[in-house]
Nanobody
Framework: VQLQASGGGLVQAGGSLRLSCVAP???????????MAWYRQAPGKQRELVAS???????NYGDFVKDRFTISRDNSRKTVRLQMTGLKPDDTAVYYC?????????WGQGTQVTVSS
């Protein structure tokens, strides 16, 4: 059971991308109870939190985001999005969607984001 992520690609530095992620049907009815998040992992580095959002819209961002990214969720469509602007080469990574509630977590397959200089 995986979340379905999309929207990655190749973009020049300073550009924008929007990532989207749809929850698996098995959690549709309880989607609102999950904290939704995006993580990323660059080659040779640990996976790190990019952004998260609770059912009430409380957002948390990694320090490196610095007002460049915005996470949002649409509970009616069981979707979470990550709008990324001002992309830098250091943002190059595989981005993973995550749904978490207590000790239960689901992950997406990852979508590649590559930022050229």
């Amino acid at each position: 059971v995986q979340l379905q992520a999309s929207g990655g690609g190749l973009v020049q530095a300073g550009g924008s991308l929007r990532l989207s992620c749809v929850a698996p049907r098995t959690i549709f009815s309880e989607f609102i109870t999950y904290v939704m998040a995006w993580y990323r992992q660059a080659p040779g580095k640990q996976r790190e939190l990019v952004a998260s959002i609770t059912r009430d819209g409380i957002r948390n961002y990694g320090d490196f985001v610095k007002d460049r990214f915005t996470i949002s969720r649409d509970n009616s469509r069981k979707t979470v999005r990550l709008q990324m602007t001002g992309l830098k080469p250091d943002d190059t990574a595989v981005y993973y969607c995550n749904a978490e509630r207590g000790t239960t977590a689901f992950w997406g397959q990852g979508t590649q984001v590559t930022v050229s200089s």
